[in-house]
């Protein structure tokens, strides 16, 4: 591909930021051997700040989205996942007080099935968002720790590889979300949520679980819901124990009372009054915290009882 003045312009700045970076990595500890290997040919790269400012074109509703991301095919994997690696789940699912079908819902969306992980250099791209400068702050603290990952030894600079923002190995964790919560289940040395499924799973799970899950609660559920419960009132955070929500006329689909245990429970909405409707539990907040979408976090869920559903 031919470079263009302004390409290379971009490319001689970006160099002089770079030697700047480093700079400050080697003053937090971080050794010249790790800064050298990680910048060894590094590039701006213009892909990754399109990408970064790309608007979507046209939302999709939450039908679209689900079916797209909850489709017949990733329930059937998902169910083939949790009983090909059933032993390892399950201990890992008592470890941490996450129920395995989570763990594989979360694993499947993210990266259906470590199938597709991203394969842009993670080092690269952090260092170009961070140089760029819309959000600098941000992505600059990404990449400091992202080669502080790398100086720990639980992956080289060559592997580390991700999305176009970052985010790394099965369970597309930043940085900072790696730092905080991966874990070296099968005791090797090395956090690699890359390429092992044990260090992936229990990370997964470790994020959960200092998020504040409760492994003996669901997510939420489906429900019908009376026309005079107002669009105002459907927000997750507006929390309502699920006995009044039972007097307001919420029921299960089938018209049968919602199951009343001691829960309080907001309800979502995601495609507005015409849509579906969910109640929410605290588990619901959680995955949000992983990701704050409303399809995101309802799709988890809606994923984790179907692949259940089949063992």
């Known amino acids: 591909m031919m470079v263009t003045q302004s390409q290379a312009g971009d490319q001689a700045s970006y160099d002089r930021w770079v030697t700047q970076f480093k700079q400050k990595a080697m003053a937090q500890g971080v050794s010249q051997a790790t800064l050298n290997d990680a910048f060894s040919g590094s590039r701006f790269l213009p892909r990754v700040i399109e990408l970064d400012q790309k608007q979507p074109e046209g939302k999709l509703t939450f039908a679209q989205y689900k079916e797209r991301i909850v489709s017949a095919q990733r329930i059937n994997q998902g169910r083939h996942e949790l009983r090909k690696h059933r032993a390892l789940l399950d201990e890992i699912g008592k470890a941490y007080g996450v129920q395995p079908q989570y763990i594989v819902a979360l694993w499947g969306i993210e990266t259906n099935f470590g199938g597709n992980t991203g394969g842009f ?86 994020y959960l679980a200092r998020s504040g899950w409760k492994g003996d609660e669901r997510w939420g559920r489906l429900v019908s819901a009376p026309s005079s419960i107002p669009e105002s009132e459907m927000t997750r955070k507006n929390k309502k124990p699920l006995q009044t929500w039972a007097r307001m006329g919420v029921t299960l689909p089938n018209g049968q009372p919602i199951p009343l245990a001691d829960l309080n429970a907001g309800m979502v909405a995601p495609d507005g009054l015409d849509g579906p409707k969910y109640l929410t539990y605290g588990n619901y907040d959680v995955i949000m915290k992983w990701n704050r979408s409303t399809y995101f976090a309802t799709s988890v869920g809606l994923l984790a009882d179907a692949i259940a559903a089949g063992q």
């Open 121 to 206: 250099d993670v080092i690269d791209s952090l260092a170009t968002l961070a140089y760029e400068g819309r959000r600098a702050e941000f992505f600059g603290q990404e990449l400091m720790k992202a080669v502080k990952i790398i100086d720990a030894g639980h992956i080289s600079a060559d592997a580390m590889k991700g999305s176009w923002a970052g985010a790394m190995g099965q369970t597309q964790f930043m940085p900072s979300s790696f730092l905080a919560y991966a874990q070296d289940y099968n005791k090797d040395g090395k956090k690699d949520i890359w390429n092992s499924k044990p260090d992936a799973f229990a990370s997964a799970a470790n």
